[in-house]
C-alpha cells in the first residue's frame, strides 16, 4: 500500500469551469468498493465512502471539503481510514491553501497544513504542519486551474494532452505532471448504473477521462505513474463513475448522491 492510510488526488474533484456562467456549488457522495487487488498488496477488500462539496466563485475564490473513509482488510487486520481535506483557491490562481488530517482507526496519523503561492518563475508553499519549512518548485497550476483547462480542451475536441500540477497531497513538498486522455462527449444513458444519481444534471455532456500522475521528483525515465483515476467529468462539473488504481490495488467509486446548491453571482464587471 502507499503508506498506512489511502491518499487521493484532490485535484480531479475541485474547480468547476468558468465559461459555464455561474458556477455551481454542489455535495456529491460516493460508494467506495475493492475493484481489484494482487497478491503483494495484502488486501482482501475494500468498502467505505467519500463525500465532496464545493463552493465558491471566482470572485470570491473556491473552497471544497471532502472526506474519504475507508475500511481496508488482510488476513490479519481490519482498519478504518479516514482522510479529510479542506482546500481554498483564489478565483485567480495565484494561491492556494490546504490542510489534510488522517486518522486510522479514529487516531490521528498526519497532519499537513499550508499555502502554495504561484508568482514569477516559480511556485513558494509555505508548510505550517507537521513542522515549518518553506519549499520551492516549479511554476505550476492548481487544481481549478487544472480542472477548466481540462473542460476546456474536452470542449474543443482534443484527447490528449500533459501538464503539471500542485494540489497539496502528499507531503506538498513536490509537483505532478499528468498525462490525460479524453474520450468522446456522451450523454447520459437511461441504463446507466448512476442515472438516478445524476438525474438533476441529465441533460449534461460528459466525458470519459483518464489522468496518470507522475512524480517529478522521480528518477528521470520513470514511466510508471504513482497512481491513475479514470470518471465520468460532466460539464457542470460534476465527478462520477471513479476507477482509482494505486498500482497493487485499484477501487471504484460511484455516485449515490447529489445534491446541487444555488448557483454563485456572476462576478461584477
Not at 504542519?129 to 480542451?153: A, I, N, S
Request: hydrophobic share 40%.
Amino acid at each position: 500500500m502507499r503508506a498506512a492510510f489511502l491518499t487521493l488526488p484532490i485535484a480531479i474533484f475541485i474547480g468547476l469551469p468558468a465559461y459555464a456562467g455561474p458556477l455551481i456549488p454542489h455535495r456529491a457522495v460516493y460508494n467506495l468498493a475493492l475493484d481489484t487487488a494482487s497478491d503483494r498488496s495484502g488486501i482482501t477488500g475494500i468498502s467505505g465512502r467519500m463525500v465532496y462539496e464545493f463552493a465558491g466563485s471566482s470572485c470570491d475564490g473556491y473552497t471544497v471539503t471532502f472526506r474519504f473513509v475507508t475500511q481496508i482488510d488482510t488476513p490479519d487486520v481490519t482498519r478504518i481510514t479516514d482522510q479529510q481535506t479542506t482546500t481554498f483557491e483564489e478565483g485567480n490562481g495565484e494561491s492556494f491553501s490546504f490542510m489534510t488530517r488522517s486518522f486510522v482507526d479514529s487516531a490521528i496519523e498526519s497532519e499537513l497544513k499550508g499555502v502554495a503561492r504561484a508568482g514569477g518563475e516559480g511556485t513558494v508553499v509555505s508548510i505550517e504542519k507537521p513542522e515549518k519549512q518553506e519549499v520551492e518548485l516549479e511554476k505550476t497550476q492548481f487544481p481549478t486551474q487544472h480542472l477548466v483547462e481540462l473542460l476546456d480542451k474536452a470542449r474543443a475536441g482534443e484527447t490528449f494532452y500533459e501538464t503539471t500540477l500542485f494540489d497539496g497531497s502528499e507531503n506538498a513538498d513536490r509537483i505532478m505532471t499528468t498525462t490525460v486522455i479524453i474520450g468522446r462527449g456522451a450523454k447520459v444513458l437511461a441504463n446507466d448504473p448512476e442515472a438516478k444519481a445524476v438525474e438533476k444534471i441529465a441533460a449534461d455532456e460528459f466525458w470519459p477521462v483518464d489522468i496518470a500522475y507522475f512524480d517529478l521528483a522521480g528518477d528521470q525515465g520513470e514511466e510508471v505513474p504513482t497512481y491513475r483515476i479514470s470518471f465520468k467529468l460532466h460539464e457542470s462539473g460534476v465527478t462520477r463513475d471513479l476507477v482509482m488504481d494505486y498500482g497493487d490495488f485499484s477501487m471504484t467509486g460511484t455516485l449515490v448522491d447529489l445534491a446541487m446548491f444555488e448557483p454563485a453571482k456572476d462576478c461584477p464587471q
